[in-house]
């Protein structure tokens, strides 16, 4: 970011290890509120080693057991400048490949800088496919289980003999079924990341359609829930940032419990539990539900 706006402060940081820290922002944009919160949490730990980044967050006040990140990572330098534009705060560290921008806000689940590079119809497009990929992700599995196990009556009977059609001989309950196949699904994404680029894709895929297959022939899984699963994982990568999407995985969890115990009512109790807890959440001062607009005060 080339403006005479920009600003630049320095720490060194650490006792064996000492570790430089550079906090930029763009002066007139951000909050002064904001700023200030930030400058006291880093000036406070002049004698604290930061290790990784679980150890910073909870230097700078923030539980280490939170779902929600309170801040993005990005490697790419237009996105550091979009949040300083934006007027966020952006914090390097020495030996760590990537920025930290505060504050992490849930508009961050979908607005990216690079869409901005396209007309704005597209833009808008994409941003609305991702809104849908975040539901289709949290909310089918539950729905399935919901409407399988224990509320079948609101379903259109063509489709539930369907489904039933489908679920024929299969030994386990919806609830545990699902769980089986999340199981596989999220094994087989994490052997993916470890797994060399050159062969990882090709493995997981073949894996996958064998796998898929074999568990369908052997009747321990539906069809209906191999296509629902599979949308579900393909609508999760919709979402900007990899803490992002995690932690709406482990929120589809807890909509799946809550469905299989009460059925749709309790699908829209873990939506309501959820949009409880993101209202809760704030990084110092604003809120995570917040509007982002440079300048603002919150708080």
């Known amino acids: 970011m080339s403006s005479d706006m920009l600003r630049v402060r320095s720490y060194s940081l650490g006792q064996r290890q000492r570790r430089k820290t550079v906090l930029l922002y763009a002066e007139g944009k951000i909050h002064a509120q904001l700023l200030q919160s930030i400058m006291e949490k880093i000036e406070k730990l002049p004698d604290t080693d930061i290790p990784d980044l679980q150890a910073l967050s909870v230097l700078l006040g923030f539980s280490k057991w939170a779902l929600i990140t309170r801040f993005n990572t990005s490697e790419l330098p237009q996105e550091a400048a979009f949040a300083l534009e934006q007027g966020k705060a952006v914090i390097l560290l020495d030996r760590f490949p990537f920025a930290l921008v505060l504050p992490s806000l849930l508009s961050d689940l979908f607005v990216s800088q690079n869409d901005r590079n396209f007309p704005v119809i597209f833009m808008f497009t994409f941003r609305i496919l991702r809104v849908i990929g975040v539901l289709v992700n949290v909310l089918l599995p539950g729905l399935y289980v919901a409407l ?13 003999l369907s489904i039933a059609g489908s679920r024929e001989g299969v030994p386990y309950p919806a609830l545990v079924e699902t769980l089986l196949l999340l199981l596989i ?30 568990v369908v022939q052997a009747k321990l899984v539906s069809n209906v829930l191999i296509i629902i699963l599979a949308a579900s994982t393909i609508a999760n990568f919709t979402v900007i940032g990899f803490q992002n999407a995690t932690a709406l995985r482990l929120c589809k969890y807890l909509l799946l419990v809550l469905s299989a115990m009460f ?4 699908l829209f109790l873990g939506i309501v539990v959820i949009c409880a807890y993101f209202g809760h959440v704030s990084t110092f001062g604003v809120p995570y539900l917040s509007r982002w607009k440079a300048g603002r005060k919150y708080g």
């Open 263 to 266: 059925g749709v009512l309790g």
């Open 148 to 160: 399988v196990s224990v509320n079948p009556e609101v379903l259109r009977i063509e489709i539930a």
């Open 185 to 214: 699904l999220e094994l087989t994404l994490e052997s993916a990341i470890r797994m060399p680029t050159t062969i990882g894709p090709t493995v997981t895929m073949v894996g996958g359609i064998i796998l898929g297959q074999a």
